[in-house]
């Protein structure tokens, strides 16, 4: 389930409970810190290929 949970593919109560305690443990400044860095990556790779 956990790996349901940090890919999104559980969207239930326990899959939305067990995120948030997820990233409650890991720190939600780092979670969103690599959130940010990963959507900005993102970002550049998909500016790159249509250039």
């Not at 780092?30 to 790779?45: G, P, S, T």
Request: aromatic share 4%; charged share 40%.
């Amino acid at each position: 389930m956990t790996r349901n949970v940090t890919h999104g593919q559980s969207h239930g109560p326990k899959g939305r409970e067990l995120l948030e305690r997820l990233i409650d443990d890991a720190g939600r400044d780092i979670v969103k810190a690599a959130y940010e860095a990963r959507l900005e990556e993102h970002y550049r790779e998909v500016k790159d290929r249509t250039r």
